[in-house]
């Protein structure tokens, strides 16, 4: 059974920085997507960035040039890089894996959250 571990959340001024880490434990395929969505009260919960065993990366467009999405794959982990925070990205940041079983099969799994709050 996999299991996600977040870490990293916490309070932060506007123009701050915060890094976010996510540990999967158990059984990992190669073929996976490890990445980072956010949900507010008012919002669903929407993609912040994610990053595929193959290398690729996408980021929401709101956040692109301020958070960076790495990996280590050695490690099942994945980082997000968060600066110039501004209080627009106050929420519960969740740590997703998506593992790929082929023909289109996908389970994912999803961490606890942890709140990033930005604010002075």
């Known amino acids: 059974q996999v299991q996600l571990v977040e870490s990293g959340g916490g309070l932060v001024q506007p123009g701050g920085s915060l890094r976010l880490s996510c540990l999967a434990t158990?059984?990992?395929?190669?073929?996976?997507?490890m990445g980072w969505y956010r949900q507010t009260p008012e919002n669903e919960r929407d993609l912040v960035a994610t990053?595929?065993?193959?290398?690729?990366?996408l980021y929401a467009n709101s956040v692109e040039g301020r958070f960076t999405i790495t990996r280590d794959t050695s490690k099942n982990a994945a980082y997000l890089q968060m600066n110039s925070l501004e209080p627009e990205d106050t929420a519960v940041y969740f740590c997703n894996l998506a593992l790929h079983l082929g023909f289109g099969n996908d389970v994912d799994y999803w961490g606890e959250g942890t709140l990033v709050t930005v604010s002075s």
């Open positions: 158990g059984t990992v395929n190669s073929a996976n997507t």
């Open positions: 990053m595929a065993s193959t290398g690729h990366i």
